[in-house]
């Protein structure tokens, strides 16, 4: 009669381990699909710098000649508004 108690201890305990070794696995994987997904949003976050990245240095190029081009034409006219000037000083004298 005990070794009949013995033999369904041991099946239960190993029923139980059984089920405890499946959680642990499903844990696991859980554990390594959160990795991946962590992996997979930190190569999307570099590969969004480096576009944003791009995208700021395109912008900064374009301001660069916007503000060239206004400095040209700023330039071109505060040599005219001289000349005018000085010719105005000139026909004064």
């Given amino acids: 009669m005990l070794w009949i108690l013995g033999i ?5 305990i190993g029923g139980f381990g059984s089920e405890y070794l499946k959680h642990q696995r499903k844990l696991e994987k859980m554990k390594i699909d959160a990795m991946d997904k962590q992996l997979e949003l930190e ?27 206004l400095l040209e034409s700023k330039q071109k006219n505060e040599d005219s508004r001289w000349l005018i000037e000085e010719t105005r000083t000139e ?3």
């Fill in 8 to 12: 369904v201890l041991i099946a239960t």
């Fill in 43 to 69: 190569r999307l976050k570099q590969e969004n710098f480096l576009l944003e990245n791009q995208h700021m240095k395109s912008e900064l190029e374009r301001i660069k000649e916007e503000n060239k081009k």
């Fill in 91 to 93: 026909e004064e004298e």
